[in-house]
């Protein structure tokens, strides 16, 4: 079975900090490039940032530029989302995808997982 699952979400406070993790089975994600985006409530999905393979290219959508880090960890089969200095317009239910690079982000289509609620609040 071939799928991405998202963890690490949770309650923060504003100007906290909170790591999101996005893990692959079935398939190594070291061969595509990494996609993270979010969705609050009554609002479209939005791109957060893309991580090409090898890193070459990383793209972050610039609300969340210099706040957001994403990373990978090959060996894990994992990218992740650093969040820091987490505003209450971070809170979203974030879900990260697989492409073949970053050039067409955000403009993705395809089917979404169960993502992991991240709430900024006091």
């Known amino acids: 079975q071939v799928q991405l699952v998202e963890s690490g979400g949770g309650l923060v406070q504003p100007g906290g900090s909170l790591r999101l993790s996005c893990a692959a089975y079935?398939?190594?994600?070291?061969?595509?490039?990494v996609g993270w985006f979010r969705q609050a409530p009554g609002k479209e999905r939005e791109g957060v940032s893309c991580?090409?393979?090898?890193?070459?290219?990383?793209r972050y959508e610039d609300s969340v530029k210099g706040r957001f880090t994403t990373s990978r960890d090959d060996a894990k089969n994992t990218v992740y989302l650093q969040i820091q200095r987490a505003k209450p317009e971070d809170t979203a239910v974030y879900y990260c995808?697989?492409?073949?690079?970053?050039?067409?982000?955000?403009?993705?289509?395809?089917?979404w997982g169960q993502g992991t609620q991240v709430t900024v609040s006091s």
């Open positions: 079935g398939f190594s994600l070291e061969r595509f490039a």
């Open positions: 995808a697989p492409a073949q690079d970053c050039h067409d982000w955000p403009r993705w289509d395809g089917s």
């Open positions: 991580t090409s393979r090898g890193e070459v290219i990383i």
